[in-house]
């Protein structure tokens, strides 16, 4: 688990520091303190990825290759009889970054995320960590944005395992 934790690392930062709107520094400080009082805006990170599929972008400390166009659901469950829904795509190199409009509520112990749809029926089957059916969201980082601060929650890497018939999966 270091060496993926590690590689996880890696990913984040080059994706933030690289492929994000500008002004985008990422920190590691720990979430202010109070919570999300002072945060002017929330977005979850993630990626997609296909396990032991060798296909374009292939990482090979995580034996899994990146899924572009797949779909991913965060789900809050601030109160049972109405949890809140949001999907988004993934893009380059499985990446998604979904802003979550409510700010002040947002708490991510009550947020899990879903493995929505996957573009390759090859690899379609969600594999998720400890048993469970869905993934959860932790603190990331703060960014500095336009209008203040960000709060940025990560759901890590999700993983979609190959179909038994997976002879498409090795195709680069
Ligand atoms: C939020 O901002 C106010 C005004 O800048 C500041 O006084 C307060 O300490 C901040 N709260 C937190 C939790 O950082
Ligand atoms: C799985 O469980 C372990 C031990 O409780 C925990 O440290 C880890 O964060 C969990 N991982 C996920 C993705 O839920
Ligand atoms: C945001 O920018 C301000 C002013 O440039 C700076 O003092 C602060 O440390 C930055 N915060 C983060 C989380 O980068
Ligand atoms: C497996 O997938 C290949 C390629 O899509 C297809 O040609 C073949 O018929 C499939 N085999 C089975 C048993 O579904």
């Given at each position: 688990?270091?060496?993926l934790?590690?590689?996880?690392?890696?990913?984040?930062?080059i994706?933030?520091?690289?492929s994000c709107?500008s002004h985008?520094?990422?920190?590691t400080?720990h979430p202010?303190k109070?919570?999300?009082?002072?945060?002017?805006s929330?977005?979850?990170?993630?990626?997609v990825f296909c396990k032991?599929?060798k296909?374009r972008?292939?990482?090979?400390?995580?034996?899994?290759s990146?899924i572009?166009?797949?779909i991913?659901?965060?789900?809050?469950?601030y109160?049972?009889?109405?949890?809140?829904?949001?999907a988004?795509?993934?893009g380059?190199?499985g990446?998604?970054?979904?802003i979550?409009?409510?700010?002040v509520?947002?708490?991510?112990?009550k947020c899990?995320?879903?493995?929505?749809?996957?573009?390759?029926s090859f690899?379609?089957?969600?594999?998720?960590?400890n048993?469970?059916i869905?993934?959860?969201?932790?603190?990331?980082?703060?960014r500095n944005?336009?209008r203040?601060?960000?709060?940025?929650?990560?759901?890590?890497?999700?993983?979609?395992?190959?179909?038994?018939?997976?002879t498409l999966?090795?195709?680069?």
């Amino acid at each position: 688990m270091a060496s993926l934790n590690s590689v996880l690392l890696g990913l984040f930062s080059i994706l933030f520091l690289f492929s994000c709107p500008s002004h985008s520094k990422v920190t590691t400080t720990h979430p202010l303190k109070g919570g999300s009082t002072n945060y002017t805006s929330t977005a979850i990170i993630g990626f997609v990825f296909c396990k032991s599929c060798k296909f374009r972008g292939y990482n090979s400390n995580m034996d899994a290759s990146p899924i572009t166009g797949a779909i991913v659901r965060v789900t809050c469950y601030y109160s049972t009889r109405n949890p809140v829904s949001m999907a988004i795509t993934t893009g380059k190199n499985g990446f998604f970054y979904l802003i979550w409009p409510n700010v002040v509520k947002f708490s991510p112990k009550k947020c899990r995320a879903y493995l929505g749809w996957s573009p390759f029926s090859f690899c379609k089957l969600p594999i998720y960590q400890n048993n469970s059916i869905s993934a959860p969201i932790e603190f990331n980082g703060v960014r500095n944005v336009t209008r203040g601060l960000q709060a940025v929650y990560s759901a890590g890497v999700l993983l979609y395992g190959p179909t038994s018939n997976n002879t498409l999966c090795h195709v680069p």
